[in-house]
């Protein structure tokens, strides 16, 4: 298995050893029907991977809990599922910057907290932020935000980012069943740097929804 950038590459081998001169004949008669086996058995991998994706992610227990209360320095924008991640990297950079530069300590996991999202277009509005000890100056397009202590209803979800949708939806679900009303702002605390754990697997994800 060998990781490319449009995906997985897969490669199957057949080695033995023959003695010459059967064994080596029988070998080199034998290649014709195992390379179309092999060609025949990796388009059905293919075909079958490509209709059932592993699923790389898992959500921990679902439980109420408490965040907050914190100081963060913010900033703020619109995307698509697809565009977050991206934007994401540049916002937190920007954050960054300013907490060096008023001399702020950070404390904490990064997070986003979501304000909205319209189900036709798929664009979020959502904020990115980085918790400090004590509480900053806006600036610019960064702001200064005091979050008092929110009741949540909260799982951890471990997995790669793209893989979220899957406990979003048990986490709903779990709403559903149990009668439970929460505000659709939620929260995502990440627990993992992606630059220092390069398998995604372990990467870990709180999803906390504010309780009404």
Not at 63 to 72: D, E, L, Q, R, V
Not at 74 to 94: C, F, I, K, L, R
Not at 122 to 151: F, K, M, Q, V, W
């Amino acid at each position: 298995l060998e990781k490319t950038e449009g995906g997985t590459n897969i490669t199957w081998k057949f080695t033995a050893d023959g003695n010459y001169p059967m064994g080596r004949l029988m070998l080199n008669l034998m290649k014709g029907g195992m390379k179309k086996s092999f060609e025949k058995g990796l388009a059905n991998l293919k075909e079958y991977l490509e209709g059932n994706p592993p699923v790389l992610s898992s959500l921990g227990e679902i439980t109420t809990g408490k965040i907050g209360p914190m100081f963060a320095l913010m900033t703020g924008t619109n995307g698509t599922m697809e565009e977050v991640g991206a934007q994401m990297g540049q916002m937190y950079g920007d954050i960054m910057n300013e907490i060096s530069s008023q001399g702020l300590q950070m404390v904490g996991a990064p997070f986003s907290h979501y304000l909205s999202f319209d189900q036709e277009t798929g664009i979020a509005e959502y904020l990115a932020g980085i918790p400090t000890l004590t509480l900053g100056i806006s600036s610019g397009d960064i702001l200064a935000r005091s979050y008092p202590e929110i009741e949540t209803l909260m799982g951890e979800h471990l997995g790669p980012y793209d893989e979220m949708p899957v406990s979003y939806g048990k986490l709903m679900e779990y709403c559903e069943a149990n009668q439970i009303e929460v505000e659709w702002e939620p929260f995502e605390f990440y627990h993992t740097d992606p630059t220092s754990e390069p398998n995604v697997t372990k990467w870990k994800t709180v999803i906390a929804f504010p309780l009404k």
